[in-house]
């Protein structure tokens, strides 16, 4: 796949996930965060504003990047993509 395709791919899978209304169980909404973050160049969790209360949530999203770190950029993209088709219907 072409780096201009795959992008445009990637773009309209994160459109889809973004404009879904569907809810998703906590484990494969760590699976889209992190395959979306390595596939940005962006691994680091974000800051949290109230870190009393979601210590754990951040714990499960660095867990969650430290499982595909291994992965290059086009690799996430291309895991990104296959799971928003799984998951989200057109």
């Known amino acids: 796949m072409m780096d201009k395709e795959l992008d445009h ?3 309209e899978a994160f459109k ?3 404009e879904t209304s569907l809810r998703f169980p906590p ?3 760590l699976h889209f965060y992190a395959y979306y ?3 940005t160049g962006d ?3 974000h800051q949290l504003e109230n870190l ?3 210590q754990l949530v951040g714990a499960f999203k660095m867990n969650a990047l430290f499982q595909v770190k291994h992965l ?5 993209k291309k895991k990104y993509i296959s799971l928003v088709n ?3 219907p057109k």
């Not at 290059?72 to 996430?76: N, R, T, Y």
């Open 37 to 39: 973050k390595r596939a």
């Open 16 to 18: 889809r996930a973004s």
């Open 86 to 88: 799984k998951h989200i």
């Open 72 to 76: 290059s950029q086009d690799e996430a």
């Open 52 to 54: 009393d209360e979601t």
């Open 9 to 11: 791919e990637f773009k």
């Open 43 to 45: 691994n680091t969790p």
């Open 27 to 29: 484990d494969l909404m």
